[in-house]
């Protein structure tokens, strides 16, 4: 009774993190990460069904529902967020049908976090960014680093660069100290259905190898990708700089998808060894199909996910590792197994 009393008359706990895009992929495994940690974590929301989600996790989580690129929402989640660190994970990564929503969200929204924390004087902004600023790299044998030249692919590479270019921008002018973490493709635990219908299409042998296979990628499992954002928070090097996070070393997309049925065997399930292969000048017509439909504003995840498994985008997290103490403690099998046996746990349909 006397403790209730006193955190009555001391007023509300101060907010020392915020996350938007926090019911998505990474945020529904950030949040719970942050919980116990911090005293109280403040976080956006697109709709009132994802807000139980998280309000469930602790009593320490707030939820704002409102988007990342309205200024009421905004203003309501950094109210009072002096100090705080700022985690912002809301992306549009495939849009219903137009490509401006990249732009609307991935650079609007980002904008306008960057203006709102700036006014709160939050701490440190976290921002998530993307390989796709940087297209693919030239031969299998190649990584990008942080050095490496922008090379946009498509709209969603053109948002992302956009963004990128602001985050920096703030940090020059003093506004808020900024750090980019440059993730690959995700992995894991609370995918999107978009990922649990991959795992069914390899499952059924419905998912094409694009030529040899031999391309490689580099790709985070998300839980890696949590603890890369959290050495990012403190690291003294940290603010201005820009990191790859991702798991240890890229693989060949034939490892990758040899590796996603061993998952689903290992985790009971039946599993076929057929692989349907498509020539590499399939993916290249997918491309310009592409890269055409983009240009008149459209947008169809289809063609533009084949057109971009030709390619090896491949990292190099050197950097991470000797400035953050970034050290991914899990591979693609343990992190596959873990994405399956998620999906088994959800009812859903692999």
Not at 12 to 17: E, L, N, S
Request: glycine share 8%; aromatic share 8%; proline share 6%.
């Amino acid at each position: 009774m006397t403790e209730a009393l006193d955190e009555q008359q001391a007023g509300p706990r101060a907010v020392d993190a915020v996350v938007t895009g926090a019911a998505g992929w990474l945020g529904r495994n950030l949040v719970p990460a942050l919980v116990g940690t911090r005293t109280r974590i403040r976080c956006l929301v697109q709709s009132d069904d994802e807000a139980p989600l998280l309000e469930l996790l602790d009593p320490s989580v707030e939820v704002i529902v409102g988007d990342v690129r309205d200024p009421v929402a905004l203003d309501k989640l950094f109210d009072d967020v002096s100090g705080a660190t700022v985690f912002h994970a809301a992306a549009v990564i495939h849009p219903v049908g137009r490509t401006r929503e990249f732009f609307d969200v991935n650079v609007g929204g980002t904008e306008l976090a960057l203006d709102r924390a700036r006014r709160a004087a939050a701490g440190r902004f976290l921002h998530v960014s993307s390989n796709s600023p940087f297209g693919a790299n030239p031969t299998p044998l190649d990584r990008f680093t942080e050095d490496s030249p922008y090379n946009p692919y498509m709209g969603y590479g053109q948002s992302k660069m956009e963004a990128e270019l602001l985050v920096k921008q703030s940090h020059e002018r003093g506004d808020v100290p900024t750090v980019i973490l440059r993730a690959p493709w995700f992995y894991g635990p609370e995918q999107p259905a978009r990922q649990t219908q991959f795992l069914s299409a390899i499952r059924r042998g419905r998912f094409p190898l694009i030529g040899d296979g031999t391309q490689q990628r580099s790709m985070v499992f998300t839980g890696n990708l949590v603890d890369g954002l959290l050495c990012a928070e403190h690291a003294a090097a940290a603010p201005g700089r820009a990191y790859w996070i991702a798991d240890a070393d890229p693989y060949e997309l034939r490892t990758i998808f040899d590796t996603v049925r061993e998952a689903l065997e290992a985790e009971g399930l039946q599993v076929t060894q057929r692989q349907p292969r498509i020539p590499r000048v399939a993916a290249e017509i997918a491309t310009k199909a592409d890269g055409l439909l983009q240009r008149r504003g459209l947008y169809q995840q289809a063609i533009h996910v084949l057109g971009e498994l030709k390619d090896t985008i491949a990292c190099d997290i050197s950097r991470a590792r000797a400035e953050l103490g970034y050290d991914p403690q899990v591979a693609l099998f343990e992190g596959m197994r873990r994405s399956v046996r998620f999906a088994m746990q959800h009812g859903e349909r692999l």
